[in-house]
């Protein structure tokens, strides 16, 4: 009897990219007024869509998150290149992220749980 529950280890590593997404985020949040800093961002999702779709799950779960630089920004006259609105908004968007993934395991274990005890 195979007891792994279906996507599991997708949903936690879409939840793992999100908390990793969240330190950035509120790295570059925190350093909006501090002169050269450049934005960061996650590189994830491209790659992880990719050799899902071409190799399949266990491929894609070897795809490691990238922290880059963050690109289209402009540059303030200090050098700075966090914009306070797109961060904010990536802050939001991140949270439903992790939240959606969340719920969705919470869901799978909960069929898990009712498939074992018969409910």
Known sequence: ???NIPQ???LARMMDVAQLRHRLISR???NVNTPGYHQLEVSFEDAFSHALSKQGEGAALHIAPKVVEGQGNVPRQDGNTVDLDKE???LNKNGLTFGMASQLLVGRIGMMRSAILGH
Do not use: T
């Open 8 to 10: 599991a280890d997708l």
């Open 88 to 90: 904010l908004g990536n």
């Open 1 to 3: 009897m195979n007891l």
């Open 28 to 30: 570059n949040l925190a």
